[in-house]
């Protein structure tokens, strides 16, 4: 079956940096638009930031320039690498595999999710 499994997590002060990773098995990953998602307590999960099999990049205004997303389709694996972070950004992270768009229904295949926590 199809498995996302999210990582690199934790818990950074405002201005630092992180970078999750996703490892995607039991699908043909290249077939496969990734995206990122987020969730705060209290609120819905929001889009954040998506790439193409050949590397085409989407991202959320309040993460432009300062998130990246990048893939490497021989390890299937999906990175978000998060700089100048700042308490807004603390939400649980989820890796989405799907089609191109920035809706949750634009996504078939979802991980678990990784805690990430900013403090000021």
């Known amino acids: 079956q199809v498995q996302l499994v999210e990582s690199g997590g934790g818990l950074v002060q405002a201005g630092g940096s992180l970078r999750l990773s996703c490892a995607a098995s039991g699908l043909t990953f290249s077939n496969y638009v990734m995206g990122w998602f987020r969730q705060a307590p209290g609120k819905e999960r929001e889009f954040v930031a998506s790439v193409t099999w050949n590397g085409r990049t989407t991202y959320t205004d309040s993460v432009k320039g300062r998130f990246a997303i990048s893939r490497d389709n021989a390890k299937n694996t999906v990175y978000l690498q998060m700089s100048s972070l700042n308490p807004e950004d603390t939400a649980v992270y989820y890796c989405?595999?799907?089609?191109?768009?920035?809706?949750?229904?634009?996504?078939?295949?979802w991980g678990q999710g990784t805690q990430v926590t900013v403090s000021s």
């Open positions: 989405a595999a799907g089609g191109w768009g920035m809706m949750s229904s634009d996504y078939m295949y």
